[in-house]
């Protein structure tokens, strides 16, 4: 069996596959963690700064386990949109009639993903019962100018949970008609006092794609960077067997 890597500046690297890209905020902390990686999302996206296809991510995945390309992979990352009852879309836009009539693709992302027989991760945002929270992470834990809480279900391996950090204070903007300048600024939207693009990209620690939508769609590549090497310290002697 072939093992899954690539080769970047002469370092042997294990090849992750990051479906449902966006801008590739999520792949850049894998690729510091150590991994080559391999992007795919329905849109177009210039600024994704790895080797990247256009198309349907669950698509493109189940032809790859059809094929058996699948296998030219180690791990796997996974964030479908998180659209559908989620409580930022619900909650902030409940009298707008949005939240609740978006596709939830976590359960077939899930199937597909057990599929590949791959280790793997399905990334998500506060308010979706449907993933396991093996894991949460937010800014604070990594000293960056967002809150901005994750969660993360792994299949087929595990890692420990660190410890949530208090944050410093709120999120900086208009809230119920006074303003509030606090440490960290709202990574999502436009207007009420949201940062500019320049504080975005700072307090996210994302300097290749300067589109709001983007940014504000993207999990600070430090998340991943965390996840990545945690992988590569329990997964590197199964593949090295497997090599």
């Known amino acids: 069996m072939t093992h899954p890597t690539d080769v970047r500046r ?40 790895f080797l990247y296809h256009r198309g349907d991510a669950l698509a493109y995945l189940a032809r790859l386990i059809t094929t058996g390309e699948i296998r030219r992979y180690a791990f ?18 409940r009298s707008q009639g949005w939240g609740g009539t ?38 604070e834990m990594f ?17 420990d949970r660190p410890p949530h950090v208090p944050h410093r204070g709120r999120v900086r903007g208009w809230r119920h008609g006074r303003f509030y300048d606090r440490p960290y600024v709202a990574a999502y939207g ?7 693009v320049p504080e975005l990209q700072a307090a996210m620690d ?3 794609t300067d589109v709001r939508e983007e940014l504000t769609e993207a999990i600070p590549p430090a998340y991943s960077e965390h996840i990545g090497r945690a992988a590569i310290a329990a997964l590197a002697p199964a593949w090295e067997v497997a090599a």
């Open 10 to 49: 002469d370092v042997i690297r294990p090849l992750l596959l990051d479906l449902f890209s966006c801008a590739g905020g999520a792949a850049m902390g894998y690729a510091r963690a150590g991994f080559a990686v391999h992007g795919c999302d329905i849109a177009d996206r210039p600024n994704y700064p």
């Open 76 to 93: 796997v990352h996974a964030s479908p949109p998180c659209q559908d009852q989620c409580s930022l879309t619900v909650g902030t836009n």
């Open 102 to 139: 978006h596709v939830d693709l976590v359960a077939p992302t899930r199937e597909l993903l057990d599929a590949t027989g791959l280790p793997y991760v399905i990334e998500q945002p506060n308010g979706r019962a449907e993933i396991r929270k093996d894991l949460t992470l937010c800014g």
């Open 143 to 159: 000293g960056l100018g967002v809150i901005r809480h994750r969660n993360f279900e792994l299949g087929g391996w595990s890692i």
């Open 190 to 196: 436009n207007g009420g006092g949201k940062p500019t």
């Open 206 to 208: 994302v300097d290749w």
